[in-house]
């Protein structure tokens, strides 16, 4: 586990709470112990589990501390290879997390995602960041928009 410095934050109390909720997780008790959140928390390796239709792309990304982010390698689901995911993540101080994410599916396949929307919330202890994307796929030159695609990404070591 990953922690920082506790702060009871009163007024962010309810945000705090209703993020997390919507994000799946739990506020302990009837109050929430949050943690400032800083872009620090972001930095590492991690799983990213992309939704793609019916399909789950499992992709290793290297988060920056600047928040940029690529994939060491590609990503499959049960029957296709991706080329590798990139993008960039930013965390405020209250643990909201947003970005963009791009990738396309390998062999010329023609399709594309284009995530311009991530609205993503921290768990409370730093191992697990969900919510959903925004965003476009392109197939056979026809652009088609998405909305409120599930995205997870799951911790796994510190640094680069």
């Known amino acids: 586990m990953r922690f920082t410095t506790p702060l009871i934050v009163a007024p962010v109390v309810a945000l705090c709470c209703a993020g997390a909720m919507a994000a799946g997780q739990n506020c302990p008790g009837t109050g929430c112990i949050i943690s400032t959140c800083q872009q620090s928390m972001l930095q590492g390796n991690w799983e990213i589990f992309i939704s793609v239709g019916a399909s789950v792309f499992v992709c290793p990304i290297t988060i920056a501390a600047t928040g940029s982010f690529a994939s060491p390698s590609s990503c499959v ?12 993540l930013t965390i405020d101080s209250l643990c909201h997390v947003t970005g963009s994410l791009s990738f396309s599916l390998a062999g010329g396949s023609g399709f594309s995602f284009v995530y311009n929307a991530i609205s993503l919330w921290i768990s409370a202890d730093e191992s697990r960041v969900s919510g959903y994307g925004s965003g476009t796929e392109t197939f056979s030159g026809a652009t088609y928009p998405f909305h409120g695609v599930p995205l997870r990404l799951v911790y796994r070591t510190a640094g680069q």
């Open 77 to 88: 689901d049960d029957y296709a290879y991706s080329n590798r995911p990139s993008g960039n």
